[in-house]
Structures are given as C-alpha cells and as structure tokens.
C-alpha cells in the first residue's frame, strides 16, 4: 500500500517555543492530507484538512493560529504547533490516500509531542 | 459536521467466539467507512471499508455491513484470535468514532 512519512517520531520542547511536524506521502500525491490529534486511550479526533496550495480547512474548535498548516507541494504538509503549552502535548498523526477522503487513508507514524 | 457515534467502548470474547462493533453517523452525504485497527503505540492500519453503495462486504474473517437509510455499519469478526486485541475506531470519511478496545480472552 502507499506510504505516508511523518516526522519527527517525539519531541520535547519547552512551553512558548514553536514546534514543526512534517507529513510526506512517499508514492503518491496528495492534494489532501488530514491532521489528527489523540489522546492516551482516545479517539483520533480530525483537527483539519490540509489543501494543496490553499488554506487549510479546520475543525470547529481548532485554533487555527495555533495550529499553522502549510501543504506547499503534492508530497508535503506541515503541521506547526506555535507557542506551545503542556496541555498542547498530545499524539498528532497524519494521513493521506490518493484520493484523498473519499477512499482508503495511509497514516503517518505519529508525533509524540512533550511540552515541558 | 459529521459525529459517528460507536458501541461498545470495551468488547471481551472468548477465543474463537465472534465479535461485533456498532456504529452510527450523522451526515447522510457520508459514502465511504473505513475500519481501522490500531495496536498500543502504533498508527491506525485499515481492516476493511464499504462504500455507500453497497450494503455487505467480507474478507476471510472480517465482514461489515452498511445500513445507509439508518445510518448505521457494524463489523463482525467471527473465529476471534488472541492476536485480534485492539483498538477498532470506525469511521465517516475522516471522522473517528471513539473506539472500541477489543479483548480476547484465550
């Protein structure tokens, strides 16, 4: 099946810095890509949708200066956590298909956020 | 938006016995649900998916069915294994449900 990269795996950082996660699909290109954030023993909830070459589409109660998502090419999308505080730490994931939320999603392997 | 609802949250079976999760969606647009197994600490890997189209589908141990003038689909696993506990979240698209923690019991 396609794949979808996602870096980095963890990071720590501390409270008010800025942290960068990267999602690439490896075999496919994407015009769109899907960012989740999950709780320990929770759902995946949908934060937003990443659009290639235009703004992303967020979720009702997702900050989105919070969350800035950039989707500059068919094979990436950022996902930048600004100012970041310990109640943003959280497991975010994201995925992508061919064609896109209509069929089968390839998910990245997920970014464990610490915020100290 | 879409909000899929989905039962039970825990499900306990004994080895070889089967297993059924429910769900329910919102927004009768919706035409594709997926299934999604995900194992402690690692992403969410589909199991199967049904389009609004159709109302049954099944691949070896694993089946769902769709009802769209309901708005509900459940999975079935029949001959349950040790190796089938885990997380199951269904979906709408790309709205989760909250997931069903499957436990079978050897």
């Known amino acids: 099946g396609a794949v979808v990269s996602q870096h980095p795996s963890w990071v720590i950082c501390k409270s008010g810095t800025s942290v960068k996660i990267e999602c690439r699909s490896l075999d496919f290109q994407a015009t769109t890509m899907f960012w989740y954030r999950q709780f320990p023993k929770q759902s995946l909830m949908l934060m937003a949708t990443s659009n290639e070459g235009s703004k992303a589409t967020y979720e009702q109660g997702v900050e989105k200066d919070k969350f800035l998502i950039n989707h500059a090419s068919l094979t990436l999308s950022t996902l930048t956590v600004t100012s970041a505080h310990p109640e943003d730490s959280s497991f975010y994931i994201c995925s992508a298909g061919p064609r896109g939320a209509r069929e089968k999603l390839f998910f990245g392997s997920g970014t464990q956020l610490s915020v100290l | 938006g879409e909000n899929v609802e989905q039962h039970p949250s825990t499900l306990s079976v004994q080895e070889g016995d089967s297993a059924v999760i429910k769900c329910t969606y919102s927004d009768s647009a919706s035409n594709y649900f997926p299934w999604y197994k995900q194992e402690l600490g690692k992403r969410p890997q589909l199991i199967i998916d049904?389009?609004?189209?159709?109302g049954e589908k099944k691949d070896q141990r694993i089946a769902v069915t769709l009802n769209k003038t309901a708005k509900h689909f459940s999975l079935h696993i029949t001959e349950t294994q040790p190796e089938d506990s885990a997380v199951y979240f269904c979906a709408a698209s790309t709205h989760f449900g909250k997931g069903t923690h499957l436990i079978i019991q050897p």
């Open positions: 049904i389009r609004s189209n159709v």
